[in-house]
């Protein structure tokens, strides 16, 4: 059994579909980063950068005590390991899957988040910022539609890798791309979508309400940076 430390977000739904395409028995634990539940003393204990999702395994490979992982792209390669799926045995295989998860950990949705945070969320428009980030959200998906010019995933056969980028993919109308500039991304986000196991993973805790374009005050100051102090 997986505990899958949750909120339906990009970087949540990557989490939830990955169980789902895996076959992983899985519950979801609530983390209302809204509320500022991602700041708890409990849940720092397992995601000490307060950010979600995070799980917990209480059926490690090991036999041991339960591990516990943070960040998606260690959570995606851990499962994947766990399982033997969706990740290439050859080491040629596995480093390219590794360098696209890589990829979208370090630039798809950071660069995308950028974006969306200065098009919608800040309290000043700054035509400086918003200029950069949608321009970098363009450029990084020209690399993405380039990349798979002649193929149907990202690496070989269906990965880790896609299951990594398709949830900020799906945020392209709200990042104001016109996906027909790019083809490829296109045909390969409309072949995603039909996946039974990607969908329920994408349905995934819609209970709590989707991520809006308005943040109230409360949900401002809990999902803006701040620093985590010990305090005891």
Given at each position: ?232
């Amino acid at each position: 059994m997986i505990d899958l430390y949750y909120w339906p977000t990009p970087n949540g739904w990557k989490i939830s579909i990955a169980l789902e395409e895996m076959g992983l028995d899985y519950r979801v634990i609530p983390v209302n980063i809204g509320k500022g539940e991602q700041f708890e003393k409990d849940f720092l204990a397992i995601s000490p950068n307060n950010r979600m999702p995070a799980i917990i395994d209480r059926d490690p490979e090991d036999g041991g005590a339960p591990v516990s992982v943070f960040e998606t792209g260690a959570i995606l390669i851990y499962l994947a390991e766990k399982t033997g799926k969706f990740m290439p045995g050859d080491l040629r295989g596995r480093k390219e899957v590794i360098e696209w998860v890589m990829w979208q950990m370090g630039g798809l949705g950071p660069m995308l988040g950028q974006n969306g945070h200065f098009k919608f969320y800040a309290p000043e428009k700054i035509p400086y910022a918003m200029e950069r980030y949608s321009t970098e959200a363009l450029r990084l998906f020209d690399v993405l539609n380039r990349r798979l010019k002649g193929r149907d995933f990202i690496c070989g056969d269906y990965s880790i890798a896609d299951m990594a980028c398709w949830p900020w993919i799906i945020t392209y109308k709200q990042q104001e791309i016109d996906l027909g500039e790019f083809p490829n991304i296109r045909r390969w986000y409309d072949a995603l979508k039909q996946r039974p196991a990607l969908r329920r993973g994408y349905e995934v805790g819609k209970e709590f309400g989707k991520p809006t374009g308005t943040w109230d005050e409360e949900t401002r100051k809990n999902l803006m940076a701040q620093r985590t102090r010990e305090t005891d």
